[in-house]
């Protein structure tokens, strides 16, 4: 599994390997992958973050392979329990987990799938989870050619074509229960989020819903598991139509009567929300806004209120009670605020984050998951 999920890549696709020596000096609290990687003498290999939210991975480490066994050794201060990635510059690229600060791999680039990996039992977890997956699909999919050939008249028999047709629904049952199985058995939570997210094409919605709340109950701080809950929550909640696309252009006076304009903040991530301060939803939210500042402050974020208060005096007194450090910006036109136009939604509160591009990333946070859902995309 490169950058996207490939059903041909085996479990090359899951784990690791490749090989060179860092120049950085290791420390205590680092992350050290080192083993070797044969037959890529010359060739660049790095160290990469996958974060839970961002779109882009994160380089940590590189070096290059010199010797002819081709071994490596990279490291990053150790984070949060994650998923990694080692790659070839311009090569394949294998997954981890880093739930161990020591882990070795030795793997050839000729064989990439027949590697090994010790020291992290995450990693050899879903290692083995995708040996299973490749032998269960590839009997589905060959089931499913043959299942395919069988329906078309005259082919076969009635007897024969059900026969088929019942094999292909075995084989799909089977990987059914292979994620199922797993991801209710599998201890470690960043494990369960990786075949979640492997699993999403094949289970049902139903049961997948409930794999992931299983999954929250017994690990309800994990940022993973709390950002597939929260793509849950807004998959077809208000705002869904702004993700991914460039954030309309709002402009707004401030409490001094200066227009203001989203556009003036590019550069900058923006954690805009629509509120009222005569709403108690609004209100309550503020809670969750002042710990998200709180945490982030050090970061290249700005808050900005769109309020769609009516009335100039409760709008300020309910900026001096909650307190949000934002730029606060209203119109004062209440349901008729041209900011519930322009976004094309209908009540408050309403939260959007905006990257420095000005493309919207996340919308309708929920509580639960605020803090690390914004943490996971402004770094």
Request: one cysteine or more.
């Amino acid at each position: 599994m490169l950058f996207k999920f490939s059903y041909k890549q085996s479990a090359a696709a899951v784990l690791l390997a490749l090989g060179m020596y860092s120049c950085q000096q290791t420390t205590s609290t680092d992350l050290v992958v080192k083993g070797s990687f044969s037959n890529a003498t010359g060739g660049k290999i790095l160290l990469a973050e996958l974060p839970y939210a961002a779109a882009q991975r994160i380089v940590v480490d590189s070096a290059y392979l010199i010797d002819s066994v081709g071994r490596f050794r990279l490291h990053t201060p150790m984070s949060q329990e994650s998923v990694y990635q080692l790659f070839i510059a311009n090569g394949p690229g294998l997954l981890f987990i880093n739930d161990a600060p020591d882990i070795e791999i030795v793997a050839d680039a000729k064989k990439p799938e027949q590697f090994s990996i010790s020291g992290s039992p995450a990693s050899s977890s879903i290692q083995a989870l995708y040996n299973s997956f490749e032998k269960a699909y590839t009997a589905w999919k060959t089931a499913e050619i043959a299942a395919i050939a069988a329906d078309k008249p005259g082919k076969q028999n009635d007897s024969l074509r059900t026969a088929t047709l019942q094999q292909r629904d075995i084989r799909y049952t089977a990987l059914q229960q292979l994620f199922s199985s797993y991801i209710s058995k599998e201890s470690n939570a960043t494990a369960q989020y990786f075949a979640l997210g492997m699993a999403h094409r094949f289970l049902p919605g139903s049961q997948w819903q409930q794999l992931l709340k299983a999954a929250q109950d017994k690990h309800p701080q994990h940022p993973g598991l709390q950002l597939l809950e929260q793509r849950l929550v807004t998959a077809n909640a208000p705002g869904t139509h702004l993700l991914n696309k460039p954030a309309p252009e709002i402009q707004l006076p401030d409490s001094s009567g200066k227009q203001v304009a989203l556009s003036s903040l590019r550069g900058k991530w923006v954690l805009a929300y629509v509120w009222a301060g005569w709403d108690s939803s609004s209100r309550k939210q503020s809670i969750v806004l002042r710990k998200t500042q709180s945490a982030l402050y050090k970061k290249n974020l700005v808050f900005l209120g769109l309020s769609i208060d009516k009335d100039r005096t409760t709008w300020i007194e309910a900026i001096r009670k909650d307190s949000v450090p934002a730029i606060q910006l209203s119109d004062l036109q209440y349901w008729d605020s041209k900011v519930l136009r322009q976004l094309d939604i209908e009540k408050v509160p309403f939260t959007m984050l905006i990257d420095p591009t000005g493309v919207v990333k996340a919308v309708n946070i929920a509580d639960s998951v605020f803090v690390n859902t914004v943490s996971s995309f402004v770094r």
